[in-house]
């Protein structure tokens, strides 16, 4: 698959088949984050992986309420949870040296992209889930201090194919030399 297909073909995949992602499978992607550029090379995140069906319906109830998602997180046979490491990102000399602070958020984007690309090249589907009760689950997951739990995914193979949502056309989003 080209690189610009995978980007225009991945979409947000809330139901799954009830088939096991392998080990190979799994690892694949998690190389795709270990390789995700970041801050001074913070590499701040960490991955838990989760197949635990019990554990997976705790953290459902963590979900906010009419949120799409609430389903694909016991549905999927994997879900993964992203957290960031705190005061690394975005810090020289443990001083913060950027103007939106800690920079953590904006690496987890970047590894959540790779995660997100790298699972659609090899035919799985995922959704980038980020309303629930944070605090809750991190709770659940035993996510330790200095650390932020940023986002949950369900990640497993699609039931079905998704079209496309139309996108803003590149001129509606691009200026040149000043805004």
Same mark, same amino acid.
Request: hydrophobic share 40%.
């Given at each position: 698959?080209?690189?610009?297909?995978?980007?225009?073909?991945?979409? &947000?995949?809330?139901?799954? @088949?009830?088939? =096991? *992602?392998?080990?190979?499978?799994?690892?694949?992607?998690? /190389?795709?984050? +270990?390789?995700?550029? &970041?801050?001074?090379?913070? @590499?701040?995140? =960490? *991955?838990?992986?989760?197949?635990?069906?019990?554990?997976? /319906?705790?953290? +459902?109830?963590?979900?906010?309420?009419?949120?799409?998602?609430?389903?694909?997180?016991?549905?999927?046979?994997?879900?993964?949870?992203?957290?960031?490491?705190?005061?690394?990102?975005?810090?020289?000399?443990?001083?913060?040296?950027?103007?939106?602070?800690?920079?953590?958020?904006?690496?987890?984007?970047?590894?959540?992209?790779?995660?997100?690309?790298?699972?659609?090249?090899?035919?799985?589907?995922?959704?980038?889930?980020?309303?629930?009760?944070?605090?809750?689950?991190?709770?659940?997951?035993?996510?330790?201090?200095?650390?932020?739990?940023?986002?949950?995914?369900?990640?497993?193979?699609?039931?079905?194919?998704?079209?496309?949502?139309?996108?803003?056309?590149?001129?509606?989003?691009?200026?040149?030399?000043?805004?």
């Amino acid at each position: 698959m080209d690189f610009m297909e995978i980007i225009k073909e991945r979409r &947000s995949v809330r139901k799954y @088949q009830e088939k =096991e *992602v392998s080990e190979d499978v799994l690892n694949q992607i998690l /190389e795709s984050v +270990q390789w995700t550029p &970041s801050w001074n090379n913070t @590499q701040c995140w =960490e *991955v838990i992986v989760i197949k635990d069906q019990a554990v997976r /319906e705790k953290l +459902q109830a963590t979900i906010a309420p009419k949120n799409p998602a609430t389903k694909a997180i016991v549905a999927a046979p994997v879900l993964l949870a992203l957290c960031g490491k705190l005061g690394t990102s975005g810090y020289y000399n443990d001083k913060v040296t950027t103007k939106f602070g800690d920079w953590y958020m904006f690496d987890l984007g970047l590894a959540t992209q790779s995660l997100c690309l790298t699972a659609h090249q090899l035919g799985l589907g995922t959704v980038i889930v980020g309303l629930f009760d944070h605090d809750r689950t991190k709770e659940i997951l035993s996510v330790p201090e200095g650390y932020e739990l940023v986002t949950l995914i369900p990640l497993g193979y699609p039931v079905k194919k998704s079209s496309p949502p139309k996108r803003k056309e590149i001129a509606d989003f691009t200026h040149y030399e000043k805004f």
